[in-house]
T-cell receptor
Framework: EPEVTQTPSHQVTQMGQEVILRCVPI?????FYWYRQILGQKVEFLVS????????KSEIFDDQFSVERPDGSNFTLKIRSTKLEDSAMYFC???????????FGPGTRLLVL | GDSVTQMEGPVTLSEEAFLTINCTYT??????LFWYVQYPGEGLQLLLK?????DKGSNKGFEATYRKETTSFHLEKGSVQVSDSAVYFC????????????FGTGTRLKVLA
């Protein structure tokens, strides 16, 4: 089965630092997503991305967050100035079509100290 | 708003016991319903899905039936194994701006030999 990959698997950072989480979606997929899961809580939608634009974002996705597809294969989530409450598992997902199955990556566990 | 409620965990069962994890949802329209499984240290994997009322999703011995009248999508398995120990997430997919998933809080299942 095709896979979405994410790097790094774990990242520890100091509060106020910038972090970039990287994802490689499945190659023929056109729609990309980020979700996060704070420890012990539910998985929450952050943002969807298509055709080099944000399609939709949740209220969590404030000005500290940005997404980019810098080349033909990577999809990144940047947090400009991390806060303690940004500590979570961040999942990337991709789908071939708008309503298609979303394939999730293994996640990046971010810890902000 | 749209939401998913699933039973609190952890659920601890002996091997070969019958499993039910309850899931109910609130949504406008006709969402698709999913169960995802997260094994320790891994990402979210699709377990099964149902796209319309009365559909039954099944995979690896797990089943769930989309019940519109009770807005439920309970997960069942007749005989659990130690290898089924994981966190199970119920989710719905809605088309609101873009397709996105709304997840429940997850139910941890522990199966004892």
């Amino acid at each position: 089965e095709p896979e979405v990959t994410q790097t790094p698997s774990h990242q520890v950072t100091q509060m106020g630092q910038e972090v970039i989480l990287r994802c490689v979606p499945i190659s023929n997929h056109l729609y990309f997503y980020w979700y996060r899961q704070i420890l012990g809580q539910k998985v929450e939608f952050l943002v969807s991305f298509y055709n080099n634009e944000i399609s939709e974002k949740s209220e969590i996705f404030d000005d500290q967050f940005s997404v980019e597809r810098p080349d033909g294969s990577n999809f990144t989530l940047k947090i400009r100035s991390t806060k303690l409450e940004d500590s979570a598992m961040y999942f990337c997902a991709s789908s071939e079509g708008q309503g298609g199955r979303q394939y999730f990556g293994p996640g990046t566990r971010l810890l902000v100290l | 708003g749209d939401s998913v409620t699933q039973m609190e965990g952890p659920v601890t069962l002996s091997e070969e016991a019958f499993l039910t994890i309850n899931c109910t949802y609130t949504a406008t329209g006709y969402p698709s319903l999913f169960w995802y499984v997260q094994y320790p240290g891994e990402g979210l994997q699709l377990l099964l899905k149902a796209t319309k009322a009365d559909d039954k999703g099944s995979n690896k011995g797990f089943e769930a039936t989309y019940r519109k009248e009770t807005t439920s999508f309970h997960l069942e398995k007749g005989s659990v194994q130690v290898s089924d120990s994981a966190v199970y997430f119920c989710a719905l997919r809605i088309a609101s701006g873009t397709y996105k998933y709304i997840f429940g809080t997850g139910t941890r299942l522990k199966v004892l030999a």
